[in-house]
């Protein structure tokens, strides 16, 4: 596991951002052979959208070739809602660049079969070899995607009950009213997430903390579904300062001291 600490979200991001769009560039994608790239909602990864929109604008990346899967969507919301995962991806990346419309892919939480949609999205990932890349955030509780605590550790995408704790917390997206706020969503599981080729995660903020320690520093645990990723070949996490407060000082030390030999600035 590497993990890369900054000093500030801003600094996350625009690491976050470079680092995928080497990626791509460095994969130069075609129609036959694109670039699959796995991503996130929330407002983890809104800043790093941000810096991947303006260094397309600048003309350092094209979307042209990369194919996107997305985590999650809520069950039975209309995908024009405002708080769909359809209308977020929109407003905040898909719009803004070239990506073509039959490269992007949402589960679909209005289908006549969610198990059959569910199923269908896994085996789309997999004809197209898998997802090169899979970025994403974690919440306070360290849940990646809607594997909220006590998920399966090799969970596929599924419909998951959301917990009353989720609930709650995005009420905030719907008028402050948990009664506006879907109860069930469908999600990639904790198990499709490890199959990507890398997994890239935004970790930011003093209220990610404990989050963050469970998953560096403690036990693999299905209690901190993302604590998985310690057993992924090629994970990274991207943090701030103040997402890192509750890790022990000598593992806070022993990262960034590796991120200077990577850099080329460390002991000679």
């Not at 990864?45 to 810096?51: D, G, L, N, Q, T």
């Given at each position: 596991?590497?993990?890369?600490i900054?000093p500030?979200?801003q600094?996350v991001?625009?690491?976050?951002?470079?680092?995928?769009?080497e990626?791509?560039?460095?994969?130069?994608?075609t129609?036959?052979?694109?670039?699959?790239l796995g991503?996130?909602?929330?407002?983890s990864?809104?800043?790093?959208?941000?810096?991947m929109?303006?260094r397309?604008?600048?003309?350092?990346?094209?979307?042209?070739?990369v194919v996107?899967f997305?985590m999650?969507?809520?069950?039975?919301?209309?995908?024009h809602h405002?708080?769909?995962?359809?209308?977020?991806?929109h407003?905040?990346?898909f719009?803004?660049?070239?990506i073509?419309k039959?490269?992007i892919?949402?589960?679909n939480?209005?289908?006549?079969?969610?198990?059959v949609?569910?199923?269908?999205y896994?085996?789309k990932m997999?004809?197209?070899g898998?997802i090169?890349?899979f970025?994403g955030?974690?919440?306070?509780d360290?849940?990646i995607?809607?594997?909220?605590p006590?998920?399966?550790?090799?969970s596929?995408?599924?419909v998951?009950?959301?917990n009353?704790?989720?609930?709650?917390?995005?009420?905030r997206?719907?008028?402050?009213?948990v009664?506006?706020v879907?109860t069930?969503?469908?999600?990639?599981?904790?198990?499709t997430?490890?199959?990507?080729k890398e997994?890239?995660?935004i970790?930011?903020?003093?209220?990610?903390?404990r989050a963050?320690?469970?998953?560096?520093?403690?036990?693999?645990?299905?209690?901190?579904?993302v604590?998985?990723?310690?057993?992924h070949?090629?994970?990274?996490?991207?943090?701030?300062d103040?997402?890192?407060m509750?890790?022990q000082?000598?593992?806070v030390k022993?990262?960034?001291?590796?991120?200077?030999?990577?850099?080329?600035?460390?002991?000679k």
């Open positions: 596991m590497r993990i890369v900054k500030e979200q600094e991001a625009a690491w976050t951002a470079n680092y995928i769009i990626k791509i560039n460095a994969a130069n994608p129609t036959d052979n694109p670039f699959i991503l996130p909602t929330g407002s990864p809104v800043m790093a959208y941000k810096e929109i303006k397309h604008q600048q003309g350092e990346v094209s979307f042209k070739n996107t997305n999650d969507e809520y069950v039975g919301l209309d995908e405002p708080q769909s995962y359809h209308a977020f991806m407003d905040h990346l719009d803004h660049i070239d073509p039959e490269n892919n949402i589960l939480g209005n289908a006549a079969d969610l198990a949609e569910c199923q269908r896994e085996d997999k004809s197209y898998g090169d890349l970025l955030g974690i919440g306070p360290g849940h995607a809607f594997n909220e006590g998920s399966s550790l090799v596929r995408t599924r998951k009950s959301l009353y704790d989720t609930i709650v917390a995005n009420a997206f719907f008028d402050n009213d009664t506006k879907p069930t969503a469908l999600t990639v599981g904790v198990g997430v490890m199959d990507a997994v890239l995660l970790i930011t903020g003093y209220n990610k903390a963050l320690r469970e998953v560096v520093e403690g036990g693999i645990n299905h209690m901190w579904t604590s998985m990723l310690q057993m070949q090629h994970a990274i996490l991207a943090c701030d103040h997402a890192t509750e890790l000082a000598q593992t022993y990262f960034k001291e590796i991120e200077e030999v990577i850099l080329g600035n460390g002991p």
